[in-house]
C-alpha cells in the first residue's frame, strides 16, 4: 500500500492567497478581494500596471511590495515568492482576470508553497470557464477544460480527434485571430453539426453570445474576420475582437439539448437560422467591438 504525506503547517509562515479577479468589469470584484489588495504585503500579479488599474477602479491604495509573475518569469520567480512566506509575509496571487492556475500562472508556486507546508487558500470568484459554461446552454453536469488548443497543427489534430468522440461539454480558450480556423478543425473532427458556443467578452460592455454548429460558427467567424480585416476605422488585421471562451457539446449529448430546446419552444432556441444565432441582448454585428 502507498503511503500518505501530511504536511505541517509553518504557523510562523505568511499565507499565500489566490484570488479571483473579475473577467470584465471591476464592479464585479468581491469586498473580500477589496481588503485583501488594501492590506496585504505582497502581490504577485500577471499584469502589475493591470492590479494597479483594478485597485483604483476600487478606490484601493496599494502599499504591497507588487512583484511581477507571468509566464516568461513563473518558474524564476516562484523561490523568490515563497522566501517572502517563509519569512511570514502574506502574498496574494492575481491574474489579468479569472481565477489563477487556470491557463494562468499559479500552479508552480502553489505546489511550491504546498510542499514547504505553508498554508494555500483562496477567495473565490470569477472564472471565464464556468460562466461560458452556464451560460452556453450546454449540459453542465460533467465538462472538461481543455485551455488553448495546441499551437502545432499536428498536436491539435491529435488532440482534436481524441475529444471527438468524448461525451462531456468541452470548454477552450481562444484567440480571435485564430477561431476560424480552430472552428473549422473542430468541424473536421467533431462533425459540423455538433453544437457549439463562442462566448466573447464575457461580463464586458460587449458581450455577445453566439450559438450554432461548429459549421455554422466557423462561417460566421470567418465573415466576422473579413468585416475586421476590410474596415479602414478599427485598421485591424482581421480578427474577431475580444476575449474568446468556446463551449462545444460532447458527443451524444446535443440531441436531448435541441429536444428540449425545440418542445419548448417549437422551433430554433436562438430564433433563427439553424447556422448561428445571436444572444438576443447584443443586438450589433458579430466580431465588430465597440
Not at 470584465?24 to 469586498?31: C, I, N
Not at 511581477?68 to 515563497?82: C, G, H, K, P
Not at 480527434?161 to 477561431?179: C, I, K
Not at 454548429?213 to 488585421?237: N, P, V, Y
Request: aromatic content about 4%; some cysteine.
Amino acid at each position: 500500500m502507498g503511503t500518505v504525506s501530511i504536511n505541517t503547517v509553518q504557523e510562523e509562515a505568511g499565507v499565500l492567497t489566490l484570488a479571483a479577479v473579475p473577467i470584465g468589469r471591476a464592479e464585479d470584484a468581491s469586498p473580500r478581494l477589496a481588503a485583501a489588495l488594501a492590506t496585504t504585503a505582497v502581490i504577485a500579479a500577471e499584469d502589475s500596471r493591470r492590479v494597479r488599474w483594478l485597485a483604483a477602479s476600487l478606490n484601493v491604495e496599494l502599499t504591497a511590495r507588487v512583484v511581477s509573475y507571468y509566464d516568461a518569469v513563473e518558474a524564476s520567480r516562484t523561490a523568490r515568492l515563497l522566501e517572502y512566506l517563509k519569512a511570514g509575509q502574506d502574498v496574494l496571487l492575481v491574474t489579468d482576470a479569472g481565477t489563477p492556475g487556470i491557463s494562468d500562472p499559479g500552479y508552480r508556486l502553489v505546489a511550491a508553497a504546498a510542499a514547504a507546508g505553508i498554508k494555500v487558500t483562496a477567495l473565490p470568484g470569477p472564472s471565464a470557464v464556468t460562466t461560458a459554461l452556464a451560460v452556453s446552454g450546454l449540459p453542465t453536469d460533467r465538462f472538461s477544460f481543455e485551455g488553448f488548443p495546441p499551437r502545432r497543427p499536428g498536436d491539435r489534430n491529435r488532440r482534436f480527434a481524441e475529444l471527438a468522440a468524448d461525451p462531456r461539454t468541452q470548454v477552450y480558450f481562444e484567440s480571435g485571430r485564430r477561431l476560424a480556423g480552430t472552428l473549422d478543425e473542430l468541424t473536421a473532427s467533431h462533425g459540423a453539426d455538433r453544437q457549439a458556443v463562442v462566448c466573447r467578452e464575457l461580463t464586458k460592455a460587449h458581450e455577445e453570445i453566439v450559438r450554432g454548429t461548429l459549421a455554422g460558427l466557423a462561417a460566421w467567424a470567418r465573415s466576422a474576420q473579413a468585416a475586421q480585416a476590410g474596415s479602414r476605422k478599427s485598421g485591424d488585421s482581421g480578427a474577431v475582437r475580444g476575449e474568446i471562451t468556446l463551449v462545444v457539446a460532447g458527443l451524444g449529448r446535443r440531441t436531448r439539448r435541441d429536444a428540449a430546446g425545440r418542445d419548448a419552444a417549437g422551433r430554433d432556441a436562438a430564433g433563427r437560422d439553424a447556422g448561428t444565432g445571436r444572444d438576443a441582448g447584443t443586438g450589433r454585428d458579430a466580431g465588430t467591438g465597440p
